[in-house]
């Protein structure tokens, strides 16, 4: 059984489009993340939640938005997308015990390319 | 500003050397830190968490060491092996209502037979 699941694993698509990925996490955590990984293979935190509620925004533009229907999946949005959106988006998760983020099991990746 | 820094150069060492990684962190104070393994297409693995007042930790052929002072992690590998290769990345807690992990950009280790 996969831990923490993913899908697409790769999305291609026009500029100016609107996708979704979708992640899925059956370890019964109760924290999630959205990490970009970039062509230079730089992680970078997006979004955390934590039972349903965001706790973490970094500077993302507004256009992407995550939604957590329940504390085992959490969902990114992109609108518009723009030709630096393109890289590698990893969802993982943790189980937070006193605010310490904890070991994070990460996905598979999803190869968003924006052409 | 806050910076975490690892050699972005790859590191080639041969089979049954010992491999050392460094992670160097400026202007964190980090509760505990972590070391992940990310192999080509795959998303990274979590391998060892050392806490800030812990000086050294240890699992199978690897060992993180954690430096508060110097405001650096040693990760080894011993008796390293071509299976080894991968790229290391190191992370780092941050505190913020509720914690997250900052990560380096990772070293690209080989291990030639």
């Known amino acids: 059984d996969t831990a923490v699941s993913q899908t697409p694993k790769y999305l291609v698509t026009q500029m100016g489009n609107d996708k979704s990925i979708k992640c899925e996490q059956n370890?019964?955590?109760?924290?999630m993340y959205w990490y970009k990984q970039d062509s230079k293979k730089f992680l970078k935190i997006m979004f955390s939640?934590?039972?349903?509620?965001?706790?973490i925004n970094e500077t993302v533009p507004n256009r992407f938005s995550p939604k957590s229907p329940d504390k085992a999946h959490l969902n990114l949005h992109i609108n518009s997308l723009e030709l630096g959106d393109s890289a590698v988006y990893f969802c993982a998760s943790s189980q937070s015990q006193q605010g310490e983020a904890g070991e994070l099991f990460f996905g598979e990746g999803s190869r968003l390319t924006v052409l | 500003s806050q910076k975490i820094e690892q050699n972005s150069e790859a590191l080639n060492i041969q089979e049954g050397k010992t491999a050392t990684l460094t992670c160097n962190y400026t202007?964190?104070?980090?509760?505990?830190l972590q070391w992940y393994r990310q192999d080509p297409g795959r998303g990274p693995v979590f391998l060892l968490l050392i806490r800030e007042n812990e000086k050294e930790k240890r699992k199978e052929r690897l060992k993180v060491t954690f430096d508060t002072t110097l405001k650096q992690s040693l990760f080894h590998i011993t008796a390293s092996q071509p299976a080894d290769s991968a790229t290391y990345l190191c992370?780092?807690?941050?505190?913020?209502?509720?914690?997250?992990?900052?990560f380096g950009k990772g070293t690209m280790l080989l291990v030639s037979p």
């Open positions: 992370a780092l807690s941050r505190n913020s209502g509720y914690s997250t992990l900052t």
């Open positions: 939640y934590n039972n349903k509620e965001l706790i």
């Open positions: 202007n964190y104070s980090p509760a505990y």
């Open positions: 370890l019964g955590h109760d924290t």
